[in-house]
């Protein structure tokens, strides 16, 4: 019988010689990461456990990306203590005003393929992209990781996700991880580790992937793997040898194992205010939107401002559209590439990237009877302003098609 | 004793729990207040301690927040009880030593507003005499919540 990935990844990591899902085991975990909303009661925490410093400096990020800019004078008092533990612990990972903490982990390198990696947010689960077993905690646990290095996990169950052939032109991965939310439901892969495969996502960008393993905590998901080809070892710097063991076996004990055909997937939206309530964009088509949102940890990445500068080359907005690149380097480079300027000259608002806006704190937050059309992960109650506003969560395909009309719009 | 119960639906998110906006304020005792702000603005004024939270399915999706059963715990809730919870929410609550507790078919037996008796080291809710059986915890941590949580516990590997 052979392994998932998963289990690969947790039997390499303390050793065992065997390994099954329900079992429990203490990892050591390879990168942690906590960003500003969280740091006060991680250090409050840290203290209150009585350890005296890091486990290992090295291994610790601290980013800073929900707060910032600031929006309220209460905001600066998360990086005044942030900074304080950071001189006294030592910490050199730092990143005051880079970007969102998701983009950041890959991007920079701290998240590589066959790492296991925790952080105090629930979208950890995004450096499954590269291969890498990454999970959101919380702060207490964090405390006791920052002193100890050491986590307990329970071995999850797979559900291996097969999905074959040529996607339509206006579908993008979005569409995708929004489709198998609304056909696994927003517990049905509760506890449970997910694997993707297929020609599909060996033909995908390892930015698609990221939307994909980023969204998946949103059915509940553990963590989404994604076996590291050429395409991952580019861009987390690794070597095809160091990543060969990574893979789940075709005999492997999976709990369940679903078929999509690439053809078959349309434009979906995950509407008001579930988000595995998933409509075909179709469905909702005409209905009248106040603002439209490109941007965040699951949407702002290059690829997605250069469908939306493609979309809105030569057009005008008709509602506000707000344009958040996820990282600094992101943003840099959709300068250069143009897209920048076809996004300001269409009329769009484009701001630093960070968290703002997708967890209501700042920059464009809505009010009873609002609607917006949004990519980025959730569209709870309140999540972007108050509990009457109303979240569609797309694909930046359908997010810029939309704000030409104002009204929600299946792209082309 | 008997206990009064706070039903609640499938899939009751963190931020219906404790919204973000609330995450900067300087402590839990600020926070509390809020609790359920969404669905029942004066929800922490009329819960008392001791009462029991009572949901369906995935309790506690979204986010990774520790304040949601923080407050919880804050208000005094004893336990809570759901056909199935979110992964960090439940991770969470045994951390700080809030009872999560697994029980498939107390949510249709069980009115809001109504009581129920819960009896934790038997793993039992008894409902106007009726009683139904709580999936057990695992070992290992039910071994970090009998210690109060996971502080109490590691506190207790020191010693």
Known sequence: MGYTLIEKIIKKNAGLEDIAPGQIVTVNVDRVMVHDIFIPFVADKFQEMGFKKLWDPDKVVLIYDHLVPTSAVEDVRHFQIGDAFVEKYGLTHVHRRDGICHQLMTEAGYAKPGDIVFGTDSHTTTYGCVGCFSSGIGYTEMASILGTGEMWVRVPETIKIVINGKLPANVTSKDIILRIIGDLRADGATYKALEITGSTVDEMSVASRMTISNMAVEAGAKCCLFRPDEKTCSYSEVSPEETAWLYGDDDADYERIISYKAEEFVPVCACPSQVDNIHPVSDVEGTKIDQVFIGSCTNGRLEDLAVAARILEGKKVACKCIITPASRKIYIEAIEAGYMDILAKAGCIITQPGCGLCCGRAGGILTDGEKVVATNNRNFLGRMGTSKVGIYLASPATAATSAITATISVPK | ?159
């Open chain 2, 1 to 159: 004793m008997a206990n009064k119960v706070w039903k609640f639906h499938n899939d009751v998110d963190t931020d219906q729990i404790i919204a973000s906006q609330y995450l900067l304020l300087p402590d839990i005792e600020a926070m509390k207040i809020y609790t359920f702000e969404s669905l029942d603005p004066d929800f922490a004024k009329k819960v008392t301690p001791g009462d029991i939270v009572v949901a369906s399915e995935n309790f506690g999706c979204g986010s990774s927040r520790e304040q949601a059963p923080s407050v919880l715990k804050a208000l005094g809730i004893q336990a809570v009880i759901a056909k199935s919870f979110a992964r960090i929410f439940y991770r969470n609550s045994i951390n700080i030593g809030l009872p999560v507790i697994v029980c498939k078919d107390l949510y249709d037996h069980v009115e809001d507003g109504g009581t129920a008796e819960l009896d934790l080291s038997a793993g039992t809710v008894t409902v106007d005499g009726r009683s139904f059986t709580c999936t057990k915890l695992p070992e290992y941590m039910q071994g970090i919540l009998n210690a109060g949580g996971l502080i109490a516990s590691l506190n207790k590997e020191e010693d």
